[in-house]
C-alpha cells in the first residue's frame, strides 16, 4: 500500500482548456473521495454544460478503483486519454470532466486522444500553479487530555516525535489533537505513558489518509 497520493485541494475546482479546429475542450477537476462524490460531480458538471455534445469523465480512488467513460465520442479517445493523465500525475481522489463544444470539423481518432490528453494535462498544470494540489500521507490522529501544567512540555514531545498539532480545547483540562506519520505515534504515546506514571491519556485512531 502506498504511503503518499497528491489529490486535488477539496474546495479546488481547477480547470484547462484547449481549442482544435474550432472544437473547445474545458477540462475541470475535483476532489471526490468516493464513487459517490465522483458522480455528483459529474453529474454537476453535465447539468451546467447540458449544449455541450459530450462531457467526457474519468475518476480514480486512493484505493485503486477508478472510471471512464467516452460519453458518445470514438472507443477508447476520451475517456481513457483523461484517466491516463490522472494516473501519470500520480493523483488519486480525483475526477476529470472534460467538456466538448463541438467546432464543426471532425478530429480523427488520433485528433480527439491528443486534445482530450492536452485538456486534461491542462488542468492539471493550472492546479499546480495555483498550488491546489496537496500531499496525503497516511497518517495517524491522536488526543490526549493533559493537566495546564503539562501543556508546554506534552507539546514538546509530541513535536520530537513528527506530531502536527491539529486542534485544541481547553476546558476542565486542555485536549490537544496532533495527526503523526502513520508509526511515529508509538514512540509519542510510549512516552506519554512514562510522563503519566503508566496512566494512558491518549487515544489513538486508525491510520488514514490526510494532510500533515
Same mark, same amino acid.
Request: charged letters at 25%; proline letters at 4%.
Given at each position: 500500500m502506498q504511503d503518499s497520493y497528491e489529490t486535488i485541494a477539496a474546495a479546488a475546482r481547477p480547470e484547462g482548456e484547449v481549442e482544435d479546429r474550432k472544437s473547445r475542450f474545458i477540462?475541470?477537476?475535483? &476532489?471526490? +473521495?468516493? *464513487?459517490? *462524490? +465522483?458522480? #455528483?460531480? !459529474? $453529474? #454537476?458538471?453535465? #447539468?451546467? &454544460?447540458? $449544449? +455541450?455534445? &459530450?462531457? !467526457? =469523465? +474519468?475518476w480514480i480512488l486512493a484505493d485503486g478503483r477508478e472510471k471512464r467513460s467516452d460519453d458518445g465520442e470514438p472507443q477508447g479517445t476520451a475517456g481513457q486519454p483523461t484517466l491516463d493523465v490522472l494516473r501519470g500525475a500520480n493523483l488519486r481522489d480525483v475526477c476529470c470532466v472534460t467538456t466538448r463544444y463541438f467546432g464543426g470539423t471532425l478530429l480523427g481518432p488520433g485528433g480527439l486522444v491528443r486534445a482530450y490528453t492536452a485538456a486534461a494535462q491542462a488542468a492539471v498544470a493550472s492546479a499546480r500553479e495555483a498550488g491546489q494540489v496537496v500531499t496525503m500521507t497516511l497518517v495517524t490522529r491522536v488526543t490526549c487530555s493533559v493537566p495546564y501544567g503539562a501543556y508546554e512540555r506534552v507539546r514538546r514531545m509530541a513535536a520530537d516525535a513528527h506530531g502536527v498539532l491539529k486542534d485544541t480545547i481547553?476546558? *476542565? $483540562?486542555?485536549?490537544?489533537?496532533?495527526?503523526? =506519520? #502513520?508509526? $511515529? *505515534?508509538?514512540?509519542?504515546?510510549r512516552a506519554m505513558v512514562d510522563f503519566a506514571n503508566g496512566e494512558d491519556l491518549c487515544v489513538v485512531g486508525e491510520p488514514a489518509f490526510g494532510e500533515l
Open positions: 477540462a475541470q477537476l475535483a &476532489h471526490v +473521495a468516493s *464513487e459517490r *462524490e +465522483a458522480r #455528483a460531480f !459529474v $453529474d #454537476a458538471v453535465r #447539468a451546467r &454544460h447540458h $449544449d +455541450a455534445r &459530450h462531457n !467526457v =469523465p +474519468a481547553f476546558a *476542565e $483540562d486542555v485536549q490537544l489533537t496532533w495527526v503523526f =506519520p #502513520a508509526g $511515529d *505515534e508509538v514512540a509519542f504515546t
